[in-house]
């Protein structure tokens, strides 16, 4: 299970910077060879009036790309800031990162 559904829950006022960090995220994962070709898709919704939440969908390359993403420090220089724009809201965590696997049926 390679795919990731990443939740972020974004401070408010604080989504035009969180925006231009998750711009660069899959680019850098892709450059590193952690992360699969194919583009990640990103939505954007509401947890509650005006307190935005992104989910950032894409594919690691294999089961070790986020250990070795945690120790690259090109990936931390987006992580860090990232975290530091989201917040714990109505009890889930600021950034949440489920893995998945697709469901033929």
């Known amino acids: 299970m390679n795919t990731v559904i990443a939740t972020y829950r974004v ?3 604080t989504e035009s910077e969180f925006e231009a960090l998750l711009k660069k995220h899959h ?3 892709l450059s ?3 992360a699969t070709a194919e583009p990640a898709t990103v939505y954007r919704g509401q947890d509650e009036p005006g307190q935005a ?3 950032e969908i894409f594919t690691w390359k294999d089961a070790a790309a ?3 993403a945690h120790d ?3 990936v931390m220089a987006i992580w860090e ?3 530091a724009l989201c917040e714990e809201r109505q009890g889930k965590p600021g950034m949440n990162f489920p893995h998945v696997a697709l469901v033929s049926l």
């Open 81 to 83: 800031p990232m975290g």
């Open 27 to 29: 680019p850098t994962l």
């Open 11 to 13: 401070k408010s006022g």
């Open 72 to 74: 690259t420090p090109e």
């Open 66 to 68: 986020p250990g070795v």
């Open 32 to 34: 590193l060879g952690l």
């Open 53 to 55: 939440v992104y989910y």
